[in-house]
């Protein structure tokens, strides 16, 4: 099965700055990469879908980029909100799996 | 607005059967033409993708649980379930049904979520 593999494991950063999250697959999975939002207590929350594609509510300064093996996702000017747990989840091969997270925590 | 919720006993002994159904409202489980499914997160693995079935009751399943595991639907009432027999503490997590986003079988994103269940097993 496909390891993805999240780096950096924690990103301390100030509300404003911009943050750079990077997802790694061990095989190709072309465009086949989901962002998720997960906060304490509650589930995750589809933020891109397909690499670059923005899911619905999301606001403007999520980005998603990458194809093939290596995927971005970009959130500028962070807002107080945005400090959570981020996962990457593939879906270009069986089964779909998930990277282990980034956490994005407040500096 | 779809929502979904899940329902089921929070602690289960080793050996045993573990039983999960997952509520959704706000829409019909057999009108919308996606698959439903259940994700599992627990510290040691993380997420982890269960298995997935449609209204018709074709089924897909992670090879890492399928023998262990079946998930069936009960569209009278507008809720899935899940079954995992010979549960052990590694089956110790928190468990999420959610909505496929795209119409194709699994594998597939997730969207929306419900909020989750802690299951935990131990004698």
């Known amino acids: 099965e496909i390891v993805l593999t999240q780096s950096p494991a924690t990103l301390s950063l100030s509300p404003g700055e911009r943050a750079t999250l990077s997802c790694r697959a061990n095989?190709?999975?072309?465009?086949?990469l989901a962002w998720y939002q997960q906060k304490p207590g509650q589930a995750p929350r589809l933020v891109i879908y397909d690499a670059s594609n923005r899911a619905t509510g999301i606001p403007a300064r999520f980005s998603g980029s990458g194809s093939g093996t290596d995927f971005t996702l970009t959130i500028s000017n962070i807002e107080p909100e945005d400090f959570a747990v981020y996962y990457c989840?593939?879906?270009?091969?069986?089964?779909?799996?998930f990277g282990h997270g980034t956490r994005l925590d407040i500096k | 607005q779809l929502q979904l919720q899940e329902s089921g006993p929070g602690l289960v002994k080793p050996s045993e059967t573990m039983s999960l159904t997952c509520s959704v409202s706000g829409g019909s489980i057999s009108s919308s033409g996606h698959y439903w499914g259940w994700v599992r997160q627990s510290p040691g693995k993380g997420l982890e993708w269960i298995g997935s079935?449609?209204?018709?009751?074709?089924?897909y399943f992670n090879p890492s649980l399928k023998s262990r595991v079946s998930i069936s639907i009960d569209t009278s009432k507008n809720q899935f379930s899940l079954t995992v027999r010979s549960v052990t503490a590694a089956d110790t997590a928190t468990y999420f049904c959610a909505r496929d986003v795209f119409l194709p079988p699994p594998p597939n994103y997730f969207d929306p979520w419900g909020q989750g269940t802690l299951v935990i097993v131990s004698s």
């Open positions: 989840h593939q879906r270009g091969a069986w089964p779909g799996t």
């Open positions: 079935i449609y209204y018709t009751g074709i089924t």
């Open positions: 095989q190709t999975i072309s465009h086949f």
